[in-house]
């Protein structure tokens, strides 16, 4: 009797209380992984849109790309393009996302023959 109306109680709350120190306990974890990510990550400077257009058109026309903007909103930008080669695409993509932080949000292309694609683009870029 003794053992239901003191010790069973205090065992109850023992284990609801240790269950919440180790969720705390793995969020403090995952928090300081996050973290360790974060200082790792390269930092870029927030664009204008004019300085993310210059910087869009100039690496695709180091590839000889040649694109044909169709709307700008807020920081993303979308652009056409007609019978390029693929994988000068993905090149252009791959040096927008690693020298100056810009990233496509969406796509849709289509093949046009062998290694050629038409499509268009939504590049995102961190607007100032």
């Known amino acids: 009797m003794l053992y239901t109306l003191f010790i069973a109680p205090v065992i109850d709350k023992n284990t609801q209380l ?68 693929f994988d000068q695409l993905l090149k252009s993509f791959k040096t927008l996302k690693s020298k100056h932080g810009i990233t496509v949000s969406s796509a849709s292309i289509n093949r046009v023959d062998s290694g050629n694609v038409n499509g268009e683009v939504t590049l995102v870029f961190v607007k100032q």
């Open 18 to 85: 240790q269950a919440q120190i180790d969720k705390a306990t793995q969020l403090s974890q995952y928090l300081n992984e996050a973290q360790k990510e974060m200082v790792n990550l390269p930092y870029f400077p927030s664009l204008t849109t004019v300085q993310a257009k210059t910087i869009i058109k100039s690496i695709f026309k180091r590839q000889r790309i040649n694109l044909r903007q169709s709307t700008v909103s807020n920081n993303t930008i979308k652009y056409l393009f007609n019978k390029i080669e």
